[in-house]
């Protein structure tokens, strides 16, 4: 073997190694970002199961305004809110689970195409960081805030295309849309289901 010959060799061996150690040092990092990002993870679950619940929600609130006596209205309520809180703790822990475990294979095949090293390193430094600490807790504030202004500023442009909705859906449906439809409508304004959610089968 030659001189030149095993150098080259030695080089390209070091070479290897070296791109070895980093590509295991950007894995290390992406693995503790994604760590670091598990409550945004969890949050996300979180977010699913709610929302998967609100049209039940919503149908539940508009049938308990419309088909369900007063006087019985408070107790029904309740009871309706109990199931939806027993199925939110059923299904949040299997869906918080589940996310957690798939994160790391979601998340890395991303973050390794999209960031060298140096990047992950910064990206680790900052959500450790305090004030990114701090900001991710003010973040439900922030949206809040924003929420609360952008429904006042819209609601009297939106309320009228949701109650034509509720109409038409009702319609298309072949569910009445009078009489019990205009209290539904009511209902609507509030952020529940109108005319056809009375109708709704599982409510027979």
């Given at each position: 073997?030659?001189k ?9 061996t ?12 950007k ?9 670091l990002?598990?409550?945004?993870v969890e949050?996300?679950?979180r977010?699913?199961v709610?929302?998967?619940?609100l049209?039940?929600?919503r149908?539940?609130?508009g049938?308990?305004q419309?088909?369900?006596p007063?006087a019985?209205r408070e107790?029904?309520?309740k009871?309706?809110d ?10 949040y822990?299997l869906?918080?689970?589940?996310a ?7 998340l890395t ?7 060298n090293e140096e ?6 430094a900052w ?7 701090k900001?991710?807790e ?10 609360e ?8 442009s939106?309320?009228?295309?949701l109650?034509?909705?509720d ?10 849309t009078?009489g019990?439809a ?7 304004s ?15």
């Open positions: 073997m030659n030149h010959f095993k150098t080259a060799l030695i080089g390209a070091l070479a290897a190694a070296v791109s070895g150690a980093w590509a295991q040092d894995a290390a990092l992406i693995k503790q970002f994604i760590e990002q598990r409550p945004g949050a996300l679950a977010g699913l709610e929302e998967s619940s049209p039940i929600a149908a539940g609130a049938y308990l419309t088909q369900v007063e019985k107790a029904a309520g009871a309706a109990a199931e939806l809180k027993k199925y939110f703790d059923d299904a822990p869906v918080r689970d589940k957690v475990q798939l994160a790391p294979a979601a095949p991303v973050l390794d195409q999209n960031f990047e992950m390193r910064q990206l680790v959500v450790s960081s305090p004030v990114s600490k900001y991710q003010l973040n439900p504030q922030l949206q809040n805030a924003l929420t202004k952008l429904v006042a500023e819209t609601r009297t939106v309320e009228p295309k109650r034509a909705l109409t038409n859906v009702a319609k298309a449906l072949g569910a009445p009078d019990g205009a209290k539904g409508n009511g209902a609507s509030s952020g529940t289901s109108g005319s056809a959610a009375p109708k709704a089968p599982a409510k027979k």
